[in-house]
């Protein structure tokens, strides 16, 4: 059944069930004019949306709509967690070709409701209308923070130790599996694809470290590492030294880097699209955070560098020598 056959009220019927995860606070969900429910009292609101065009941002024939549905969530969801923060309503609006196959967008929802239940957002409205060719996706995301505890890029200091909370360059092996044709027939490739495919937004992570004493800045790694940390350092005025041979670097992505012959460090640099955590935390307090983390995650939160006064993003190769930052995706940053 294609888009066409139905309308967008019958669509709407369609999606809406199970759109409703958590219900404190919500006075009206889904089925009316507008929705309405209550900010958290005394925390600051956040807002974040992102707009994804077919064949700009994904191409329809080559994803599932869970997958692609999973994603467009998730990285909103990404940066909320940036912010240190809860994630609480989602809005969704999307323009569909009339060509559109109703399961795909149904699976689409499907995608987006598994991961709202796991963080619990919900599915609050949004807009369905029609589009010529191509299906076009908005998701906006309203959370909230404490204001004390929001981490923003311009808080880093110098003399900050900086830590991410997971793996570095993953996603772009597996978007490199995927643009390539290759089938996905071990489990390291597996690992890879999700990483892509189905990124896992670091919210309890984001809102545990906005809770520690001591930790100043963050960002989540869409861009690449390089890219993105650059985005904390011109908001700051502060330059960085990144530890090449310290960038976390999966089992999986090492064994893939060895197999294609590619950089593992530069795919940790500069591959995008990780959506991990980078934050910074004031050295005297960054080990007793890194250990509580640990506690609570069961997981490590790696250091890779540090916050300098030099205005610039250095690179400290394996051997100790120091090597300003000339990598790809590097367009944010100008030299102080
Ligand atoms: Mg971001």
């Not at 139905?6 to 369609?14: H, L, Q, R, S, W």
């Not at 940390?229 to 011109?234: A, F, K, N, P, T």
């Not at 005025?237 to 530069?266: K, M």
Request: with cysteine.
């Amino acid at each position: 059944m294609k888009m066409k056959d139905i309308g967008e009220f019958e669509f709407i019927d369609k999606i809406r069930n199970g759109c409703l995860i958590r219900t404190d606070g919500v006075v009206q969900a889904i089925g009316d004019d507008a929705a309405a429910f209550q900010l958290d009292a005394g925390k600051l609101t956040l807002v974040t949306t992102d707009l994804l065009v077919e064949r700009v941002h994904f191409l329809r024939d080559a994803t599932t709509g869970f997958n692609l549905g999973y994603k467009a969530l998730a990285v909103n969801l990404s940066d909320i967690a940036a912010m240190g923060g809860m994630a609480r309503e989602a809005f969704i609006s999307i323009a569909v070709p009339v060509d559109c196959e109703l399961a795909f967008l149904e699976d689409l929802y499907r995608g987006m409701r598994h991961l709202a239940s796991q963080y619990d957002v919900n599915l609050l409205g949004g807009d369905t209308t029609g589009s010529k060719t191509d299906l076009v996706i908005n998701v906006g995301i309203v959370g909230s923070v404490s204001a004390h505890a929001m981490l923003t890029r311009q808080a880093a200091r110098p003399g900050d130790r900086i830590f991410t909370t997971g793996y570095l360059g993953d996603s772009r092996a597996g978007l490199h599996l995927i643009l390539n044709g290759i089938t996905i027939s071990t489990g390291d490739y597996e690992a890879l694809f999700e990483a892509h495919i189905l990124p896992h937004p670091y919210l309890a992570e984001g809102q545990f470290l906005s809770a520690q004493t001591g930790v100043h800045a963050a960002i989540d790694v869409s861009d690449g590492l390089v890219s993105d940390l650059g985005h904390i350092l011109s908001a700051s005025h502060v330059g960085a030294r990144l530890w090449c041979a310290r960038t976390p670097v999966s089992p999986q992505l090492q064994r893939f880097c060895t197999q294609f012959g590619f950089d593992s460090v530069d795919y940790a640099l500069t591959g995008g699209e990780d959506y991990t955590l980078v934050v910074t935390m004031a050295a005297d307090h960054a080990e007793a955070a890194r250990q509580s983390y640990e506690r609570r995650f069961g997981k490590p939160l790696f250091e890779i560098g540090e916050i300098t006064d030099t205005g610039r993003l250095e690179l400290v190769d394996p051997t100790g020598r120091v090597n300003p930052a000339v990598a790809k995706g590097w367009n944010h940053f100008k030299k102080g």
